[in-house]
Each structure stands twice: as structure tokens, then as C-alpha cells.
């Protein structure tokens, strides 16, 4: 018996989990929208790209303190070589000195070990990470325009929500009245063409609704493939707070600006090493004829070692105009940057604009609606009594359905305006 009450329980509780992840399937907020879009766009591919690109490029460039080995070899044949005989002389009966072939071998490896480099490879690995930095943050830009169109998608469904709920409310009350003039025309109290007129025009919100539903599946199936989820017909959206305006400007493109102006500092510091010396200790060791000893001229192997720097000052010739043409670089950055700054203070200046507008028109739509209600409420009350006709009844209710409407439009429109502002300025 507890047994059985236990795989009950069970039952009931994996029931209770599928409708809960059923009803969150079936929802959908802004905010998850643009996570879903940011993960499901191409473009994030490419950052795991640039990350892996970068360790390639600093895993190489720590390899040059890693000893270098290289191998050569050669057989060569001089037309001369040194006669010892006439560097020392006529030398005793009896001593005969020895002679260098004219035919030489040698097969030499050389290992070097870089000491100093005038901190080359540091400014390299710096100059690899501030590149990689730009590039992730340059693709981190190209997201972060999603959310524009994620917005536009998003608030053309809510609002396609909406219109489709107030046009069952204004069929509602037209079919309230369908019902009383069938009543009356049972009892020979109305006229067809009263009953008529009223199933046209419910027959004609029906088209609208039509209309709305066809709209709105447009805009979902576009949003499913932003998202990369498929969203059913029913999902609901969920309609987001309106935030307050921040001006300050927090856009991602900005931290691209500062990372292109990092690349030209640390270019400039790589200049330096560039004509500094750099020392290395090295051995080599060889085999071949003639060796060191070349008196001998046999074949044998030898070895030398030592320190060596190498010193090369034909870099101080452009020094001067590699360092101007890293502040052009610079100041092209700082012009780009306050170009940026003003469209976005444009963008930013019409923005508020449409938030004041539309916060005005809500008020009035207000006083509108309020009248609006009142006249039909007066022409419900009037056909009733037979004092105006089914078409002057319908053309009241049309003007208060419109001005409902109107208020619908422009509450999402705020709402849009509002989201727009944020997008704008990056908070």
C-alpha cells in the first residue's frame, strides 16, 4: 500500500514538472530573447575562433626562448689555399711541412639560446593580446546590434497581441447587440438590414483578426530563426517594464575605440626593441676537414662556444616616422570615435523626442476614450429606444474601437521607444 502511494506521488510529481516546463516553453520575455539570439547568431563562432588563434600566437612567440638548433653542411674546392712554405721560409733538410687540401668538408649544427631581445617578444605577446581583445570586442559589437532587431520583432508581436484582445472585446459587444436584434425581429420589433449590417460588420473585425494572426505568425517565425527556437502559435509574450532614460553612453563600440588606440601604444613600444641589441649564447660544433687545427689537415670534429649580439641601428632611420604615423593612427581613432559619439547623440536626441510624443498622446488618447465610451454608451441607449439606426450605432462604436486602439498603438510604441533608448545609449 505505501508502495503504491509512493509511485503515485511520483506520477503526479513528473505530471506537475511537464506542465511547469510546458508553461515556460509556452512563455517568452525580451531579455531571453536576446541571450537566445546572441547564442544562436553565426557570429559567436568566431570568438571561441579568436581565442584559439590568440594561444597559437602567444604559444609561438614564447617558443623563440626555446634553443634554436640548425644543421649545414658543405664540400667545397678553392683554387688556393695557404702554403706555409712561403709564410715561414726555407725551413732544415729533413722537415717537410704540411700542405691544406684544396678540397674541404664540413658539417656544422649551431644551437642558440636568446639571453636579450630588448623585450621584443614581450611587446609581441602584448601586441597579441590587445588584437585578440579588439577582435572579441569588435564581435561583441556586431551582437549587440541584434537587439534592435529583436526589438522590432518583439514589440510588432505585442502589439499584434494587443489589437487581436481589443478586437474581442469590440466583437463582444457587437454580438450583444446581434442578440437583442434578433430578439426584436422575432417579435417584428427590428428590420433584417438591422441584423444584417450588425454580422457584417462582426464579419468584418473577424477579417482584421485574421489579418493580426497572419502578422503576428509572420513576426514569430522570424523571431524563431533569431533565436533559433521554434515558437509555437500560442507562446505568449511577455511585455516588459518600461526603464527609465539613462543618457550616459555605455555603447560597446566605445571599448573598441580604446582597444584600437591600446594597439598603436603598444606598437610604439615595440619600436624600441627594435634597436636595442640582442645577446644570445651559442654553441657549434662541427666535423670535416681541415678543423680548427688546420696545420693537421685531417678530417675531425671541433666545437666553438660564446656570446654573440647582434646590433642592427637601421631601424633609428624611420624611427621618427614610424612614431608619426602611429599618432595620425591615433588621432584617426579620435575622430572616428567622436563621430560616433555625435550620430549616437542624434539618435539619442530623436529618441527622446518620440518617448515625450507618445507620453503625450497617451494622455489624450486618454480624454478620448473617455468621450468615446460615453457617445456609445448615449447611441446603445438610443437604438434601444429607436432613435438612431444600426448604422449610426455601429459608426460610434467603430470610433471608440479606433481610439482604443490608437492608445494600444501608441503604448507599445512607447514601450518600443523606450527600449529603443537603451539600446541606443548601451545600458
Given at each position: 500500500m505505501i508502495k503504491q502511494k509512493k509511485n503515485?506521488?511520483?506520477f503526479f510529481l513528473i505530471i506537475l514538472h511537464h506542465g511547469i516546463h510546458a508553461q515556460d516553453q509556452n512563455r517568452l520575455s525580451l531579455s531571453e530573447s536576446y541571450e537566445l539570439a546572441k547564442t544562436n547568431y553565426p557570429a559567436i563562432k568566431k570568438l571561441d575562433l579568436i581565442s584559439k588563434s590568440a594561444e597559437f600566437d602567444i604559444q609561438n612567440a614564447n617558443k623563440r626562448y626555446l634553443p634554436q638548433v640548425s644543421f649545414s653542411g658543405q664540400a667545397t674546392y678553392q683554387s688556393q689555399t695557404v702554403n706555409f712554405g712561403d709564410a715561414l721560409g726555407s725551413m732544415p733538410a729533413g722537415i717537410q711541412l704540411p700542405s691544406i687540401s684544396k678540397d674541404q668538408y664540413r658539417i656544422q649544427g649551431d644551437i642558440s639560446q636568446l639571453l636579450y631581445d630588448g623585450g621584443n617578444i614581450k611587446s609581441q605577446k602584448e601586441l597579441i593580446n590587445v588584437n585578440n581583445a579588439l577582435q572579441t570586442q569588435l564581435v561583441g559589437a556586431n551582437l549587440y546590434t541584434i537587439k534592435q532587431r529583436i526589438n522590432s520583432l518583439y514589440f510588432s508581436i505585442l502589439l499584434m497581441d494587443a489589437q487581436l484582445k481589443q478586437n474581442e472585446i469590440n466583437k463582444?459587444?457587437?454580438?450583444?447587440?446581434?442578440?437583442?436584434?434578433?430578439?426584436?425581429?422575432?417579435?417584428?420589433?427590428?428590420?433584417?438590414?438591422?441584423?444584417?449590417?450588425?454580422?457584417?460588420?462582426?464579419?468584418?473585425?473577424?477579417?482584421?483578426?485574421?489579418?493580426?494572426?497572419?502578422?503576428?505568425?509572420?513576426?514569430?517565425?522570424?523571431?524563431?530563426?533569431?533565436?533559433?527556437?521554434?515558437?509555437?502559435e500560442t507562446v505568449r509574450l511577455e511585455q516588459p517594464d518600461g526603464k527609465p532614460s539613462n543618457p550616459e553612453i555605455n555603447r560597446p563600440e566605445l571599448k573598441t575605440f580604446d582597444l584600437q588606440k591600446t594597439i598603436y601604444d603598444t606598437q610604439e613600444k615595440q619600436l624600441k626593441s627594435e634597436y636595442l641589441p640582442a645577446v644570445s649564447?651559442?654553441?657549434?660544433?662541427?666535423?670535416?676537414?681541415?678543423?680548427l687545427n688546420i696545420i693537421e689537415n685531417?678530417?675531425?670534429?671541433w666545437y666553438v662556444t660564446g656570446i654573440r649580439f647582434n646590433w642592427n641601428l637601421g631601424s633609428l632611420y624611420s624611427l621618427s616616422n614610424k612614431k608619426s604615423l602611429l599618432n595620425l593612427n591615433r588621432q584617426t581613432v579620435d575622430a572616428d570615435r567622436?563621430?560616433?559619439?555625435?550620430?549616437?547623440?542624434?539618435?539619442?536626441?530623436?529618441?527622446?523626442?518620440?518617448?515625450?510624443?507618445?507620453?503625450?498622446?497617451?494622455?489624450q488618447d486618454e480624454q478620448v476614450i473617455a468621450l468615446r465610451s460615453a457617445v456609445k454608451k448615449?447611441?446603445?441607449a438610443q437604438l434601444d429606444n429607436g432613435v438612431i439606426t444600426v448604422h449610426e450605432y455601429i459608426q460610434k462604436v467603430n470610433a471608440e474601437h479606433l481610439a482604443?486602439?490608437?492608445k494600444i498603438?501608441?503604448?507599445?510604441?512607447?514601450?518600443?521607444?523606450?527600449?529603443?533608448?537603451?539600446?541606443?545609449?548601451?545600458?
Amino acid at each position: 500500500m505505501i508502495k503504491q502511494k509512493k509511485n503515485i506521488l511520483i506520477f503526479f510529481l513528473i505530471i506537475l514538472h511537464h506542465g511547469i516546463h510546458a508553461q515556460d516553453q509556452n512563455r517568452l520575455s525580451l531579455s531571453e530573447s536576446y541571450e537566445l539570439a546572441k547564442t544562436n547568431y553565426p557570429a559567436i563562432k568566431k570568438l571561441d575562433l579568436i581565442s584559439k588563434s590568440a594561444e597559437f600566437d602567444i604559444q609561438n612567440a614564447n617558443k623563440r626562448y626555446l634553443p634554436q638548433v640548425s644543421f649545414s653542411g658543405q664540400a667545397t674546392y678553392q683554387s688556393q689555399t695557404v702554403n706555409f712554405g712561403d709564410a715561414l721560409g726555407s725551413m732544415p733538410a729533413g722537415i717537410q711541412l704540411p700542405s691544406i687540401s684544396k678540397d674541404q668538408y664540413r658539417i656544422q649544427g649551431d644551437i642558440s639560446q636568446l639571453l636579450y631581445d630588448g623585450g621584443n617578444i614581450k611587446s609581441q605577446k602584448e601586441l597579441i593580446n590587445v588584437n585578440n581583445a579588439l577582435q572579441t570586442q569588435l564581435v561583441g559589437a556586431n551582437l549587440y546590434t541584434i537587439k534592435q532587431r529583436i526589438n522590432s520583432l518583439y514589440f510588432s508581436i505585442l502589439l499584434m497581441d494587443a489589437q487581436l484582445k481589443q478586437n474581442e472585446i469590440n466583437k463582444s459587444s457587437l454580438q450583444t447587440q446581434v442578440q437583442k436584434t434578433e430578439a426584436a425581429l422575432k417579435y417584428g420589433v427590428a428590420y433584417r438590414s438591422n441584423l444584417d449590417e450588425l454580422k457584417a460588420e462582426v464579419a468584418n473585425i473577424a477579417m482584421a483578426s485574421t489579418e493580426y494572426r497572419s502578422n503576428r505568425t509572420a513576426y514569430l517565425k522570424m523571431l524563431s530563426l533569431f533565436i533559433g527556437k521554434e515558437l509555437p502559435e500560442t507562446v505568449r509574450l511577455e511585455q516588459p517594464d518600461g526603464k527609465p532614460s539613462n543618457p550616459e553612453i555605455n555603447r560597446p563600440e566605445l571599448k573598441t575605440f580604446d582597444l584600437q588606440k591600446t594597439i598603436y601604444d603598444t606598437q610604439e613600444k615595440q619600436l624600441k626593441s627594435e634597436y636595442l641589441p640582442a645577446v644570445s649564447a651559442f654553441f657549434q660544433g662541427a666535423y670535416g676537414r681541415p678543423t680548427l687545427n688546420i696545420i693537421e689537415n685531417k678530417f675531425g670534429p671541433w666545437y666553438v662556444t660564446g656570446i654573440r649580439f647582434n646590433w642592427n641601428l637601421g631601424s633609428l632611420y624611420s624611427l621618427s616616422n614610424k612614431k608619426s604615423l602611429l599618432n595620425l593612427n591615433r588621432q584617426t581613432v579620435d575622430a572616428d570615435r567622436e563621430t560616433f559619439l555625435l550620430n549616437t547623440k542624434i539618435d539619442l536626441t530623436q529618441q527622446d523626442e518620440q518617448i515625450r510624443k507618445y507620453t503625450d498622446l497617451l494622455v489624450q488618447d486618454e480624454q478620448v476614450i473617455a468621450l468615446r465610451s460615453a457617445v456609445k454608451k448615449s447611441a446603445e441607449a438610443q437604438l434601444d429606444n429607436g432613435v438612431i439606426t444600426v448604422h449610426e450605432y455601429i459608426q460610434k462604436v467603430n470610433a471608440e474601437h479606433l481610439a482604443v486602439q490608437t492608445k494600444i498603438l501608441h503604448e507599445i510604441q512607447l514601450l518600443q521607444a523606450k527600449y529603443n533608448h537603451e539600446f541606443i545609449t548601451g545600458n
